[in-house]
């Protein structure tokens, strides 16, 4: 029996016509509903085989059909991946990520994989791998190594998704999620903003992930960091507010899920990440670098919670007045806004 659609597109719409402010206030009474509003999620990623995809996602800088300098990699040794697992957890990170630029995982790779999971839930940490295609074999592989989250972004809607991959189909996204939801593992899959796709295509990629049999429990939103070389390079800048507005719009359409910031923070000011982070965006990778693009260094991370008062393992636990401050702010936003929510939805 098929899933009847919780959203739908007009729906949708609707949201992102909503004027901005007022859409910002909605996203960040329902996110005060779900979590707590002080704390960010800090995920650490790490290229663990770097380049030469055979894939032609023109955005990305790994794939083989284009030239942009970058020096491939090959499978990172698992006392190497350990390693870097150590220092993020060191600086804060809960969860640590894992990237591979294949196509698909060969047989022979599994058991490689599985000791970094391994390696890595013996150290307490969340652990998540994007590996692209997986058999109903490697998933269930990943599952019994610990695996908690699988990274599969479906990057755009699929009535634009052909302009920007044509190696590997949407339904194969589609279905490696499936896969990976069958396994037992949660779901981290979001896209990209800055592709060239219309506000449209933004509505159309959202539909498809709060219509997934069960909501991703970790949807990144990115802004594209455009790559010399890539076919891609020469887009125009997304202006900030958009950005701003599609963050507001998968809080509310995706109430539950840790909606991160993910690449092109490098790009944003302090300011545009403080209202991301008004909109419902509670999630982060830290560090200096998402696979191979360019990251805000951790000092940078910590000083902007300091700023915000955010309470996350990056920062000092809030104390004091700031503790009075939240519930204040807590019961007159229970006490006084309940009547705009429900009416705006």
Request: proline share 5%; net charge negative.
């Amino acid at each position: 029996m098929s899933q009847m659609p919780r959203w739908t597109p007009e729906q949708t719409q609707a949201l992102f016509d909503t004027p901005l402010l007022e859409l910002i206030f909605t996203a960040q009474t329902i996110h005060r509903q779900n979590f707590d509003p002080l704390k960010i999620q800090v995920s650490t990623l790490l290229s663990i085989k770097t380049g030469n995809c055979p894939e032609d996602c023109k955005y990305c800088p790994q794939s083989a059909r284009y030239r942009t300098g970058l020096d491939t990699e090959q499978l990172m040794a698992v006392e190497q991946v350990l390693t870097s697992a150590r220092q993020a957890k060191a600086a804060g990170s809960s969860r640590f990520c894992m990237g591979a630029a294949w196509k698909n995982p060969h047989d022979r790779d599994m058991p490689y994989l599985e000791q970094m999971v391994k390696g890595v839930k013996e150290m307490g940490m969340e652990t998540c791998m994007t590996l692209g295609t997986l058999s109903d074999q490697q998933a269930s592989r990943l599952a019994q190594a610990g695996l908690d989250y699988y990274n599969h972004n479906l990057d755009t809607s699929p009535e634009f998704y052909g302009n920007i991959i044509t190696t590997r189909s949407y339904q194969e996204r589609l279905d490696t999620l499936e896969k990976v939801r069958e396994a037992g593992i949660k779901v981290c899959s979001g896209g990209i903003v800055g592709l060239g796709e219309t506000v449209r295509d933004r509505i159309g990629l959202l539909v498809q992930l709060a219509n997934l049999p069960k909501v991703p429990e970790s949807v990144p939103i990115n802004m594209l960091v455009k790559v010399k070389g890539t076919p891609l390079a020469d887009n125009d800048d997304i202006d900030a507010f958009d950005f701003i507005r599609t963050i507001a719009v998968a809080r509310i359409m995706m109430p539950t899920s840790y909606v991160r910031l993910s690449a092109g923070r490098e790009q944003m000011n302090e300011q545009t990440q403080a209202m991301c982070f008004m909109a419902g965006a509670n999630s982060i990778f830290y560090g200096c670098k998402l696979l191979t693009t360019p990251n805000p260094g951790e000092d940078k991370d910590v000083q902007l919670f300091r700023k915000l008062g955010l309470n996350s393992q990056l920062t000092e636990t809030v104390h004091g007045d700031n503790q009075q401050q939240q519930l204040l702010t807590e019961q007159l936003l229970h006490a006084d806004t309940e009547q705009y929510y429900n009416a705006a939805l």
